[in-house]
């Protein structure tokens, strides 16, 4: 039966190829991200997967940024009535700035990955939170990583930020076990998104050296993981799900051929 699935940041990464591969299984899909072009490029890609009259009511799409505590709110609240009852949550929008000792970090730089990785996350969650218990079901997801199970040198707040989204995924499966509300993480590794661009501020060149020497993990690796845990019966719940690359021990040990 086809769900609603409301995934943050989903104009690139690992958001935009659960987005696509939920929606090619017929599922209502309501996308989110801070990047209108990208956005509305995505709902009519999206849309275009299912060319009949019912298409633009198989996607749905909502500009705010997760930092934006009142965009979050407003955005929720005024999802159409069809729309209205989400049945997964994905928390995926997230990212990592700057590579740097503690001692010489940026304050831009935490302050934006705090903001995004556990308050973002935060605010969504409070959103939908309310319908599912009302409904008492639903599932969601949060995208940690690696980073949340251990520290690597120079990854001071952003490994911060992740170890949060590790608790609080532990927090709400014990707050909403009443409710019979499921509640997932999956932790990735080394995945090629434009995650590393990002943290190196646009510098590709920097970005690509990460991973050289190595077939690391891909969007789709981890959509399909994604979709993986909605699959299950309603008795069974993944907690928690760690994915590297094969070549990857952790974080700091990594196998260049």
Excluded at 39 to 54: M, P, V
Excluded at 140 to 151: D, H, L, P, Q, Y
Excluded at 201 to 213: M, P
Aim: proline share 4%; hydrophobic share 40%.
């Amino acid at each position: 039966m086809p769900k609603a699935i409301l995934i943050t940041g989903a104009t690139s990464g690992f958001g935009e190829a659960t987005a696509r591969r939920f929606a090619a299984e017929g599922h209502r899909v309501i996308i989110t991200g801070r990047r209108k072009e990208r956005l509305e490029a995505l709902r009519q890609e999206l849309e275009g997967l299912h060319g009949t009259l019912d298409a633009h009511d198989r996607v749905h799409a909502l500009h705010f940024d997760v930092r934006d505590h009142d965009a979050v709110v407003h955005a929720i609240a005024a999802l159409p009535q069809a729309w209205s009852t989400i049945d997964v949550l994905v928390n995926n929008a997230g990212l990592a700035a700057g590579l740097d000792p503690i001692q010489d970090g940026n304050l831009e730089d935490w302050e934006r990955m705090l903001d995004t990785n556990v308050k973002g996350l935060l605010y969504v969650t409070r959103a939908v939170i309310p319908g599912m218990i009302a409904r008492k079901a639903g599932h969601i997801i949060n995208i940690g990583s690696t980073a949340g199970k251990e520290v690597y040198p120079k990854g001071n707040v952003y490994c911060a930020s992740k170890h949060a989204v590790d608790a609080l995924t532990k927090a709400f499966r014990q707050d909403l076990l009443p409710y019979g509300i499921k509640v997932s993480q999956i932790a990735p590794g080394m995945a090629e998104t434009e995650f590393s661009v990002v943290r190196f501020h646009g510098d590709e060149t920097r970005a690509k050296q990460v991973y050289q020497g190595l077939q690391p993990l891909r969007p789709e690796d981890i959509a399909e993981l994604v979709h993986y845990v909605t699959t299950l019966p309603a008795h069974v719940c993944v907690n928690d799900l760690v994915v590297t690359p094969t070549a990857q021990a952790n974080s700091t040990t990594v196998f260049r051929g």
